[in-house]
């Protein structure tokens, strides 16, 4: 992405004042602060947005490259279902804006959806741009009696003028502006993909005014494996390994994990190996669960079956087959189909005893151990679990210590899936903070 202009760019044509005063202040211009200026729009307001970067929407741009999944087609308890340990928060704000209303919503911008194979949504173009482009233009120019959304790009945030939290400090390119707001909503991501603007920066500045925030970490993210002891390597992949297979998928292979706390995992898919562990969709989907093992106890393994369509008394009658000549790589291919990355995994992580004692060698095949070591960067995960805390917050979003501060999106402490739950959530909490800063300043008038 370029910082030229786009459909997505609106910067004020002329600088402004040091000081500006609006009715709303919305601070990000992500899916949750946009919802929550459409939803404030409608309702009669005068809605500013800010954003430090030059354009909006510039992850869900980058989420939309593989194809934009809007959301999922599984009935709405399943889905709440999939939010972990934040269920019963996020319940209530999917309650008022769920799955079905997201396909809704997209429909009224001109945008269809289909379900796919796996029941993930998607536009029928599967691109992310034709829809944000829509959005914007409605949000600009709203019909029905809304007011025109206004747009102010490369205002970064820098906290509220000492406590008070009508008077929030941007840096802009015409130097600092003090924005006087009746009610804000901070929309302000996570602090994953950080160069599209979403870096954690706001978290001191919460913390400073009173709000509990829960440290921000990786979720949906990829691992370092902990080392081979076979191959004497304290950390990663042995070098043989790293640079035959770094960047090649394990398939149809099934993952399981249990952490201390009861919870567990089991599910079969694919997932890549890397120049030092693992990534991909089957990691990612394990990724809360194997990185809240890694905090508690310094590690965390999960057990990968490698042919999950073979039973384990299947498995062992082949592998104990007679094989006479032949190597043991060629016996387990010819009498399993295991070779490439999956034969080369059972030589990275199993000493030679184990490898010619047959019983050991299949359990191994239904039940490998990998351990890892660590989480991969935050700034290189999906999405990050940890931020304001909910028990900071009233039912409307709105900060208890900050009253007329509303939160939204991904800064929220919840994490989940992929497949359309992360933008679901996004929405459907810029939807409740946008009704909850209508409602207050109703009551804040009368």
Known sequence: ??????????????????????????????????????????????????????????????????????????????????????????????????????????????????????????????????????????????????????????????????????????????????????ATVLALGGASWARLGSDGAWVPWLQAAGVPVAPLQPSNCGFDVAGSPVHGTAAGWSPFFSSRFAGQPFKSVVIRCSASDGRSFERKGEFVATATGVEGSLVYAASSLLRDEINQHGSATFELDLLPDRSADFVLAQVAHPRGSRSLSAHLKSRLGLDGIKMALLNELLDKDALHDPHRLAAAIKALPVRLAVARPIDEAISTAGGVQWPALDAALMVKAQPGVFCAGEMLDWEAPTGGYLLTACLASGVVAGQGVAAWLRGAVS
């Open 1 to 182: 992405m370029t910082d030229t202009p786009s459909p997505f760019l609106s910067e004020s044509a002329a600088p402004e004042p040091a000081c500006l005063s609006v009715d709303v202040a919305i601070v990000g211009g992500g899916p949750a602060g946009l919802m929550a200026a459409e939803v404030l729009s409608r309702a009669g307001l005068a809605v500013h947005v800010f954003d430090a970067m030059p354009s909006v929407g510039r992850k869900f741009l980058l989420a939309g490259k593989g194809g934009m999944n809007l959301t999922h087609a599984e009935p709405l308890e399943p889905f709440i279902s999939r939010y972990g340990q934040r269920v019963e928060a996020i319940r209530p704000l999917l309650q008022t804006f769920g799955p079905q209303a997201v396909r809704d919503w997209a429909s009224g911008l001109g945008i269809d959806t289909f379900v796919g194979s796996s029941q993930r949504v998607f536009p029928t173009d599967m691109k992310a741009a034709p829809l944000l482009r829509a959005w914007l233009h409605r949000l600009r120019h709203p019909q029905d009696g809304g007011v025109p959304v206004q747009f102010h790009m490369r205002h970064r945030w820098l906290g509220w003028a000492g406590a008070n939290p009508e008077q929030a400090i941007f840096q802009t390119p015409q130097g600092p502006l003090t924005v006087q707001a009746r």
